[in-house]
């Protein structure tokens, strides 16, 4: 006889094994940013660090300095460039361009600082 618990669960889709991070506008600071997370971009760094710790990444950016142009995908066929063969080469290409209108637009930020402060509170107050 097979035990039921050899066939797997029953609803493999509604189990979570790797949550999905949330990536996109997550919220807005007090003072005036909008807050964005993106899967390419880790939230700490263990290679940075002297200590080998772990130091929390924040990337900053003026978003209205920064441009992202993209043309549109083509292809084309050089049948001349491995004639000798009788093979044909196929490209497909895009051009794409980044560009940052002034240096101080961009900046990332690293370190222990983000850290949520521990040691400042006293356990013995009480409300």
């Known amino acids: 006889m097979v035990e039921a618990s050899s066939f797997g669960p029953y609803n493999p889709s ?3 094994v790797d949550a999905v991070l949330a990536e996109g506008l997550v ?3 007090p003072f005036g940013p909008n807050v ?3 899967a390419n971009v880790p939230t700490t760094d263990n290679q940075s660090d002297a200590a080998g710790g772990t130091s929390d990444v924040a990337i900053a ?3 209205d300095d920064l441009w992202l142009f993209e043309g549109d995908l083509r292809t084309r066929v050089l049948p001349e460039v ?3 063969t009788l093979q044909i080469r196929y490209q497909v290409y895009n051009y794409v361009a980044f560009l940052a209108r002034y240096g101080q637009s961009i900046t990332g930020a690293y370190g222990s600082g ?3 402060p521990t ?3 006293d356990s013995s107050v009480t409300f």
């Open 14 to 16: 509604a189990i979570n």
């Open 27 to 29: 919220g807005k600071l």
């Open 36 to 38: 964005y997370i993106d």
């Open 61 to 63: 950016a003026k978003w």
């Open 82 to 84: 491995l004639s000798g």
């Open 114 to 116: 983000f850290a949520t």
């Open 119 to 121: 040691s400042a509170i």
